[in-house]
Each structure stands twice: as C-alpha cells, then as structure tokens.
C-alpha cells in the first residue's frame, strides 16, 4: 500500500467518524434535520465520496482493487450500521428523501395512505367518488408534519403581508388660514434692536392766505398784506421707538429611528411645528402685550382708534373706514374672528325677503374676500366680537431670524437614550408707524 492510500484512508476513516457523530446529533434532534444539517451532510458525503474514488482509481492501477473493496465495505457498514433505525439520507435534485424516494412516493406507499384509501374502496375494487373526504393523518416514515402556510400569523406568511396606509399629508396637523402678516410690511435686520419712527401727532392748518389790507414799505416794495403774506404753520410730532426682538419657538422629541426609517414621520413634525410657530406668531402680531418676551400687537398699541357697531356691523366698517381717513391713512384690511365673519352680522345678513346681501349661497364660503373694498382676513388670533380695521402698510414685521427647523440630540440625556430634539424657532420685532392707521369695531 502506498502512503498516499494509506493517508487517504486515515482521512476517509476520520470524516467517516465525522459523519456518523454529526448524524447521531442531527437524530437527536425533536424537529429534525432542518437545511443546514442536511446541507452539511450533503457535503460531508461528497467529501467521503471523493476519497473513496480516489482509493479505487489507486487500488485499480496497483492491482489490489480486491482489498479496497472489502476495506470500503467494513467501513460502509460502520457508517450506516451505528444505530438499527438509520434513515439512509439521499439527495435527489436537490431534494432530501428517506430511503431515496421521492415526496410522492414516501407518501404513497406509506401504511396510512394505504388505510385512507381503503375506506372509499367499494366491492368492484374501484375508488368511489367521495363529495366531502376528511384528511387523516397520515405517518410518513422520515417526515414530520409541519404548520400550514397561513396568512394571519406573523410566524407564517402573515409576516409578509403589509397593511395599506394612506401616505402622511400635512392636512392631517389642521392648519388654519394666516395671512395677517402677509398684510404687513416686511423687513429684515441685522440686529436684536429694531428701532422705528412712530408719528405720534399731525396737524394741518393749510389754509388760503388774505390779501394785505395796509401798506408797508419794505425794501422798496409796496405789500398789500397787513402781516406780510404770513402763512400758517403745520405740524407733525414723532417718536424713536425700540422694541426688543423676540423669540418665539417650540421642540418635539423624536427617536433617531423614526427619524431614519420614517421619513414621513419627520415631514409631520417638521410642518406642524413650522405651522404650529406660524400661529403662534399671528396671536403675537394681533394681541401681544409687549412684556418680553412677548411683542407688541397691533390692538396693544396706544393710538388706535376704536367705534362702536352703529346700525349693522357692515355699516360698523364704513364707520371705522372714516374713521381712519380722517387720520389721513387709507385702510387696506379688516381682520375678524370666524365666528363673527360667518355670522347674520356678515355672511349669513339677508335683506327683508331672505335674499343673502353677501356672497352667493351656491358658492363657496371664502369666496367674498373684500368687503368695502377692503380685504377680508378670517383669523382665529382675532378677538371675537372685535373687528381690526386698518393700514396694515403701517405695522412693520422686523424679522431677525426667519423661522427655520433645528435637530440636535445635545439636549438633557438624549444622546444616550437616541432621542433627536426638533427645533422650530424665528426671531422677530414689531413696530406700528402711525397708530392712526388702525381702528377697532367693537360690539359687532
């Protein structure tokens, strides 16, 4: 014997061993050989078979091709002797079967099948047609009954069914109408100090100049007024005002995974902050008291006028327009509370045979946007039973910082505990020019 066959069969010997400890381990198993212990003994299989080809091409050439038969048949039997109730483990097109048959004929000829057939066998020996046949159990030697695919359970297919969701739409966070400070003028600054102007008084004695009823001489010059021509003198008063510029901010916490696996999830809490800050803004705009960090509202600010609802409350708006015209300002806008705008004061107001004075009840509801030529501007930031009437022209929104989106987990312990803080905040100041340019209807 050469001593490349004799280390081949101290390595077949060896795998061998192999074999037969890891089919003991796979026998022992309650479930079964699963995928991977067949794929293992698969390849253990075709390593012992490669061994043996090469023992007998050597045995052929050396002319003791005898002797390797009867040594691999001592050692066949030592591989499939160990144990009475050894299944011979074969693959067929890739399919592992008891005793090298197929699925259909394990099942076929096992004693069970044969049990469950015999009951609808009739006297000619042929198989009745059965409407309604109940499935037995039926013991497949080398096969062990396994759950049935289903589509409930998230252990089964279940797991792959995913539920139909409507994709997240900002509608969903309810923002309401803001357009106040679209109505203002707009500037940005480059400090946390906005300083403004405020005309605080006007007076206009304009007037035509008399004619001189005595003579002077003055420089030559013959003058007929008795002062000289004098004119009358007008007047206007200001004011430098300086308002602090304000914060105004919220934050939602988040985990780093939404955030990384719902993308949705993030838009969501990035519009609702921005609309939420929006709103925030707009009661800021209106009724701000002006005690920091709060700014200063247009219905704070000392100067405005104020008429009450004289007739109906339409006719309250030509009031409040007077009012303002006679300040020397042209009003734009009027702001009202929803409340009051879809009220018998405004919208639902029907003249004596119910005919709506406003709008066109077949129409839309936001469809009258301008009412004496002003526009209109439903905001729930208005004060109820309150109309603003004004030039918006004159309230001067100073943004420092425009509102922005900020994500940091620098705050308390949430780095730690992968939490993302989501920031939404804008800096900004308020200035009214000229108090006269705005008037409030009350009572209406």
Not at 29 to 34: M, V
């Amino acid at each position: 014997m050469s001593t490349t066959t004799k280390t081949r069969r101290e390595q077949l010997e060896k795998l061998t061993a192999e074999m037969q400890s890891f089919a003991d381990e796979v026998d022992a198993k309650d479930a079964g050989p699963n995928g991977e212990d067949m794929a293992k003994l698969t390849q253990m299989g075709r390593d012992v078979k490669a061994l043996v080809d090469a023992i007998k091409a050597e045995a052929e050439a050396d002319g003791s091709l005898t002797e390797a038969k009867s040594y691999l048949g001592s050692l066949a039997e030592i591989a499939t002797g160990h144990k009475s109730d050894r299944r011979e483990v074969t693959e067929v097109n890739g399919l592992v079967n008891p005793k090298g048959m197929s699925l259909g004929e394990a099942l076929v000829k096992s004693p069970a099948y044969g049990e469950f057939v015999e009951q609808f066998r009739g006297a000619d020996g042929a198989i009745r047609q059965v409407a309604n046949i109940r499935s037995a159990s039926f013991d497949v030697p080398g096969f062990t009954a396994k759950d049935a695919i289903t589509g409930a359970s998230d252990t089964s297919a279940g797991a792959f069914v995913t539920p139909a969701r409507y994709p997240v739409v900002t509608d969903l966070i309810g923002d309401r109408e803001l357009s106040v400070r679209d109505l203002c003028t707009q500037v940005q600054i480059q400090s946390d100090t906005f300083e403004f102007v405020r005309v605080t008084g006007k007076t206009n004695n304009a007037a035509g100049v008399p004619e001189a009823t005595t003579a002077d001489d003055i420089d030559g010059v013959t003058v007929t007024a008795a002062d000289g021509g004098q004119k009358p003198e007008s007047a206007m008063t200001f004011a430098a005002v300086s308002t602090p510029v304000e914060t105004i901010a919220h934050l939602m916490p988040i985990t780093r995974r939404a955030a990384a696996d719902a993308p949705q999830v993030r838009s969501l809490v990035d519009a609702f902050l921005l609309v939420g800050l929006r709103e925030e803004e707009e009661d800021q705009i209106l009724n701000g008291n002006g005690t920091s960090p709060n700014l200063r509202g247009i219905l704070q600010t000392a100067g405005i006028s104020t008429v009450g609802s004289a007739g109906t409350d339409i006719d309250a708006i030509v009031d409040a327009v007077r009012t303002i015209r006679a300040d020397r300002c042209s009003p734009t806008a009027m702001v009202v509370h929803p409340n009051d705008w879809f009220s018998t004061g405004f919208l639902l107001a029907k003249d004596t045979t119910g005919r709506y004075l406003l709008g066109d009840p077949r129409g839309s509801v936001d469809q009258l946007s301008s009412l004496w030529g002003l526009r209109v501007v439903v905001s729930e930031a208005m004060t109820e039973n309150t109309v603003l009437v004004g030039d918006f022209r004159k309230a001067v929104v100073a943004d420092r910082e425009q509102s922005a989106i900020y994500v940091t987990d620098s705050h308390k312990d949430w780095f730690g505990r992968n939490l993302l803080a989501v920031l939404a905040e804008e800096r900004l100041a308020l200035g009214v020019l000229d108090p006269d340019a705005f008037c409030t209807v009350t009572a209406v």
